[in-house]
């Protein structure tokens, strides 16, 4: 059974930066394509960022240069650098893992089998 806990959350201004972080239990985040989405109330689940151990990271258009994605395996967890925070990045972001890592693209969440509660960002203006 793999467990999922995201954190790093909060409030921040225009341009400001967090990292989130997905504290995976039961496995080795090695093992698994790890994601990140997001979701604003009344709008569909956005792919953000996905990456695996073996090969490179994929970022939506929208985070291409803010974002980055990495893990840690030894701490069994995956992190999300956002940088140059803008309003439109507010939304609740999650986290997701994929057993096949041959196949997970950022912008599909259908091969994401685990999934965390979720941590809500907030970017003001």
């Known amino acids: 059974q793999v467990q999922l806990v995201e954190s790093g959350g909060g409030s921040v201004q225009t341009g400001g930066s967090l990292r989130l972080s997905c504290a995976a239990s039961?496995?080795?985040?090695?093992?698994?394509?790890m994601g990140w989405f997001r979701q604003v109330p009344g709008k569909e689940r956005e792919g953000v960022a996905r990456?695996?151990?073996?090969?490179?990271?994929l970022y939506a258009e929208s985070v291409k240069g803010r974002f980055t994605i990495s893990l840690d395996n030894a701490k069994r967890t995956a992190y999300l650098q956002m940088n140059s925070l803008k309003p439109e990045d507010s939304a609740v972001y999650y986290c997701?893992?994929?057993?096949?890592?041959?196949?997970?693209?950022?912008?599909?969440?259908?091969?994401?089998?685990?999934w965390g509660q979720g941590t809500q960002v907030t970017v003001s203006s």
């Open positions: 990456i695996v151990s073996f090969g490179g990271a």
């Open positions: 039961g496995v080795f985040v090695d093992d698994y394509c």
């Open positions: 997701a893992a994929a057993p096949d890592a041959a196949y997970c693209p950022y912008w599909d969440s259908r091969p994401y089998k685990y």
